[in-house]
C-alpha cells in the first residue's frame, strides 16, 4: 500500500491563500517540487513559472462517454495485497485519473486540486508530445531522422551532440557525461534546472538559459547509438530542433498541429526559460480530458476522429518490435528500472515488445498508457511527494492489468 504523507485536506486547501498566504502555506520557485507544496503547484505552474500559452481547437470536440464506476474495483497490488482502485489513486497522492475504452470516456476521479479543467504539469510526458510534433514535420519533410543533429543546430558543434543524429536523438542514445539526478543540489542537473528557471539562481551566479547549457553538455568516452542513456536535456535538443525546422515556436506548433487537430477543449501552456526557450523535456500543462485525446489518437494510429494528425508510419515504428538490444545496456548498469522486455522508441516507452502498448511516464507520478490491442487509454496525474516511486509504479502497472481485464 503507498504511504501516503502529505498534509490533510483542510491543510493542503490553505496553500496560497491570504494576502499574504501564511509562510507554511507559500508556494515559491525554491519549494515548489517539495512534498505536499507540490498538491498546488502541480497544479497551477502557470502562478509560478514563465509559460507559453497552447491553443485548443475552435470547435473543441466532446468526449463520448460510456461510464462504469471502477472506484471499488480490486486487484493485487506490488506486495500482493488487496486494495481498491479509489483507495490507491488517493493514497498515491493522485490528481486527476481517467480511462477511455474503445474511444470512449469509462471512467474518470479526480482528487487534491485536481479538475477536469485545470491544466497539471506531466513532466517527461511532455518528451512524448514532443515526439508526436516531430513526426509531423518528419511527415511534411522538414526533419529528417538520420541526418546530423549539428546539421540543424551549428551551435551545438562542441558539445556531446557532435556527430549524433536525429534518430540517436529520439531513442536517448546519445553518449554524453550528463547524470539525470533529480536529488542533485549542487552538480550538472541542478545547473541544468536554473538555466530552465525551475530553480532560483544562487547570489552572483549568472544564467545564460537552457540554450547556452545545451551548448555545453558534457562528452562522453563512448559512443553514440551503443547504450540507452536517459537524459532529458536531450529533449529539450529536439524542441529546438523543432522549432528551428518548423520556423516558429514550440507553443505554436504544438498548437497548430497537435492540441487543437486533437479536438483540445482547453488552453494547454509550456514552461519557458528566463530567454523564452521551452522546457519540452517536462513543462507541458494539459488538462486531463485532452491528453486522453491525445492519447485517443495515437490509439488510432496517428487519427482523430478520421483526420490525419500524425502519420500513422510514425505511429506505427513506435509501436514495432524493434532490438532491444541497447535498451537492456543502461548506462547505470543496473538494467531498465520497469519493463525488462521492454525498449523505448521515439521518446515512448514500450513496457513489452511482445504486446501492442506504448507508455509515457513523468515524475511525480504521471503516466499515459495506450494499449491499441485492447483499445484502451489511461491517464494519471499525481503530486507523490516523491520524484521517483518504483513501488507505486509497480503497483499501478498491476492496477492498469485489473482495469484491461474488466473492460474486455
Known amino acids: 500500500m503507498p504511504i501516503d504523507n502529505s498534509r490533510d485536506k483542510d491543510d493542503i486547501l490553505k496553500m496560497m491563500q491570504g494576502f499574504p498566504p501564511a509562510a507554511n502555506h507559500q508556494v515559491l520557485l525554491a519549494n ?25 481547437a475552435s470547435l473543441p470536440t466532446a468526449l463520448a462517454t460510456a461510464r462504469q464506476d471502477l472506484d471499488d474495483l480490486s486487484f493485487l497490488d506490488a506486495h500482493g495485497d488487496r486494495q481498491k482502485l479509489g483507495a490507491f489513486l488517493a493514497a498515491s497522492q493522485s490528481d486527476c485519473f481517467a480511462v477511455m475504452k474503445d474511444g470512449k470516456l469509462v471512467f474518470d476521479w479526480f482528487g487534491g486540486f485536481g479538475a477536469p479543467d485545470r491544466q497539471h504539469i506531466v513532466f517527461s510526458i511532455t518528451k512524448s508530445m514532443a515526439s508526436l510534433l516531430a513526426g509531423v ?45 533529480y536529488l542533485d543540489t549542487d552538480g550538472v542537473f541542478m545547473a541544468y534546472r536554473r538555466a530552465s528557471a525551475w530553480n532560483p539562481i544562487e547570489e552572483g551566479d549568472r544564467n545564460d538559459g537552457l540554450r547556452d547549457f545545451l551548448t555545453k553538455m558534457p562528452v562522453s568516452d563512448m559512443a553514440h547509438g551503443t547504450r540507452h542513456h536517459y537524459c532529458s536535456p536531450h ?89 532491444n538490444y541497447i535498451w537492456l545496456q543502461q548506462k547505470d548498469g543496473q538494467g531498465p528500472r520497469l519493463f525488462v522486455n521492454g525498449n523505448y522508441r521515439s521518446q515512448w516507452y514500450r513496457p513489452d515488445q511482445d504486446r501492442q502498448i506504448a507508455c509515457a511516464i513523468g515524475i511525480h507520478g504521471q503516466w499515459l498508457w495506450i494499449d491499441r490491442a485492447a483499445r484502451l487509454v489511461i491517464v494519471k496525474m499525481a503530486s507523490n511527494g516523491m520524484v521517483v516511486d518504483t513501488d507505486t509504479d509497480r503497483t499501478f502497472l498491476k492496477c492498469i492489468d485489473a482495469i484491461t481485464k474488466t473492460l474486455i
Open 137 to 181: 514535420l518528419v511527415g511534411v519533410g522538414v526533419i529528417d531522422v538520420q541526418r546530423q543533429i549539428t546539421d540543424y543546430l551549428p551551435e551545438l558543434g562542441h558539445s556531446a551532440y557532435a556527430g549524433a543524429t536525429i534518430r540517436h536523438l529520439l531513442d536517448m542514445q546519445i553518449a554524453s557525461g550528463f547524470r539525470e539526478d
Open 235 to 323: 529533449s529539450d535538443v529536439l524542441g529546438w530542433v523543432i522549432e528551428r525546422s518548423g520556423g516558429a515556436s514550440f507553443a505554436e506548433l504544438f498548437s497548430r498541429h497537435i492540441l487543437a487537430p486533437c479536438g483540445a477543449v482547453h488552453e494547454a501552456y509550456i514552461s519557458l526559460d528566463t530567454f523564452g526557450a521551452p522546457r519540452v523535456s517536462g513543462g507541458l500543462c494539459i488538462t486531463i480530458h485532452d491528453l486522453l485525446r491525445i492519447g485517443q489518437t495515437v490509439c488510432d494510429g496517428g487519427c482523430f476522429k478520421g483526420q490525419a494528425v500524425v502519420p500513422k508510419c510514425w505511429i506505427d515504428d513506435i509501436y514495432h518490435q524493434h532490438d
Open 32 to 56: 515548489w517540487r517539495e512534498p505536499d507544496i507540490a498538491r498546488w503547484s502541480f497544479n497551477h505552474l502557470r502562478q509560478l513559472l514563465p509559460t507559453a500559452p497552447m491553443h485548443p
